[in-house]
């Protein structure tokens, strides 16, 4: 009888066992945390502490990526099988605590039975080997004109690398990345390493502050990487296409002096450890606030009916979100409100201070028309779900100038020095984690010194807008087919 080696005996004996354990299981499902928008995002029993991700890019965009995803987590309770959000590549293995574990695909999750139950308090290492598809069509991968971006928010990281696909869950990300050596790759945070092959380069970059999965950001292309200083020494690092480096440098310089306005509107830091703008070369219908390099369309710079302003204030925009999205991340979609609304509040501040668009001009449209954004995608803190198959239609103008319009009545309300203090307070006590629409209830009571709860609960979820403080000659159309 043929001797087996102690190393094949332990890969059989945990095949077996695995085996076994999933004999007794029911069949895989999906599963989720109960995210009312999004219901099969997130997974229960586990906490993610860090992503440590691989890619390898051949240069050729028709390809899927290899790729191996690390995730090191603690379980949260005991875990016979572990759920992953994970769709649109394939799984070639699949590693718990060093050991060979099943899998199975259930609708857009991967669910694995490791060898053994992990039991709460155990520390997780999960390893799978898989590919990661560059369709692109609906959010993840986006191919540009000379390489990849990344689009994930809101629910399509795990279309890229498998994940516990859900902002209330963040964690710390490395990225190793190789590609031909004519390319340039950027990722979240900053460079530690950048090792040469034969005729390619592996890239890895790592972030110093916990992130969402839908923030994440790898851009590989021909790509001119720019770097300037911004306040305090800050690393100011932008990513563009090298034919136009020239051309986009006008944009590029205004990032110092952006970020120096927000820190003074809110009496803090910027609070990572590098920002950036990257423009790519693709057609995305969006920009989006992907942490420390927020992703534009190059149309953005380039189209001539685009006056200086307002492409000023979108810039703004997405820089505010570092703040409102990125360092304090919504624990669940429908807080969506808070990213989006604030970041549209100090976009419309920004284009009153430096273009003379006038905040209350704004505000006063949006109250207008805000009855009817509430019919269509229901009202700011309790949006409608995003249709079947368009996860971005979530993103409609109630969540954008409809939010804003709360923190404009919340500041009518309590006067500016108070709203002020809500804001520092805000991104302060809630740096590097998640909040939610009850915390920015009870942050604005606290500041005010009385109960808020019943001025701010019919403008988050009412299907009509409130009076507005201080402005009762304001009026709100009515929705097409309501006559009241």
Do not use: C
Request: glycine share 8%; hydrophobic share 40%; charged share 20%.
């Amino acid at each position: 009888m043929p001797l087996i080696s102690p190393r094949l005996r332990a890969v059989l004996l945990a095949a077996a066992s695995a085996s076994l354990v999933a004999a007794t299981l029911p069949a895989p499902v999906p599963l989720g945390i109960g995210d009312p928008l999004f219901p099969e995002l997130g997974n229960p029993g586990y906490d993610v502490r860090a992503y440590d991700i691989g890619f390898t890019y051949g240069g050729d965009n028709t390809e899927p990526l290899e790729a191996v995803t690390r995730i090191d987590a603690l379980a949260t309770e005991r875990l016979e099988r572990i759920n992953l959000d994970f769709s649109h590549g394939t799984v070639r293995s699949v590693e718990v605590n060093g050991a060979p574990a099943r899998f199975a695909s259930a609708s857009e999750d991967l669910v694995i039975t490791p060898a053994k139950a992990v039991d709460p308090g155990m520390p997780l290492r999960i390893t799978v080997g898989h590919t990661s598809d560059t369709g692109g069509k609906k959010g993840g991968w986006i191919r540009t004109t000379d390489g990849l971006v990344m689009a994930n928010q809101a629910d399509a990281a795990h279309r890229v690398f498998p994940s516990n696909d859900h902002p209330s869950d963040k964690a710390y990300f490395t990225f190793h990345v190789t590609a031909p050596q004519r390319l340039a790759v950027v990722a979240n945070g900053l460079p530690v390493a950048k090792t040469r092959h034969d005729a390619t380069t592996t890239w890895t970059y790592r972030t110093e502050h916990s992130m969402a999965t839908e923030l994440a950001q790898i851009t590989i292309g021909d790509s001119a990487v720019i770097h300037r200083e911004g306040p305090h020494g800050l690393p100011v690092r932008d990513v563009v296409p090298a034919a136009d480096r020239e051309l986009l440098e006008p944009w590029l310089a205004k990032t110092p002096e952006q970020i120096r306005w927000m820190e003074r509107q809110l009496g803090t830091p910027y609070p990572f450890e590098t920002y950036g703008v990257l423009i790519a070369g693709a057609v995305t219908g969006f920009e989006l606030e992907t942490q420390t390099l927020s992703l534009f369309e190059r149309s953005l710079f380039t189209r001539t009916e685009y006056p200086e302003w307002y492409v000023d204030s979108v810039m703004v925009h997405e820089l505010s979100h570092q703040w409102f999205g990125d360092s304090v991340s919504p624990r669940s979609w429908s807080d969506l409100w808070l990213n989006e609304g604030h970041a549209s509040w100090y976009e419309a501040l920004y284009a009153q201070e430096h273009a003379r668009m006038p905040l209350e001009t704004r505000m006063r449209e949006a109250y207008r028309q805000s009855d009817v954004w509430r019919a269509a995608g229901g009202p700011p803190a309790a949006p409608e779900p995003p249709t079947a198959g368009h996860p971005i239609s979530l993103f409609r103008p109630v969540v954008y100038d409809g939010s804003a319009l709360i923190l404009y009545a919340l500041r009518q309300e309590i006067g500016e020095q108070d709203f002020a203090r809500v804001e520092r307070s805000w991104v302060r006590d809630h740096r590097d984690g998640t909040a939610t629409t009850a915390d920015f209830t009870a942050l604005a009571s606290e500041v005010a010194g009385r109960d808020l709860s019943a001025f701010l609960e019919p403008w988050l979820y009412g299907k009509k807008t409130p009076p507005m403080p201080g402005h009762p000659d304001w009026h709100s159309v009515a929705p097409a087919g309501n006559s009241t």
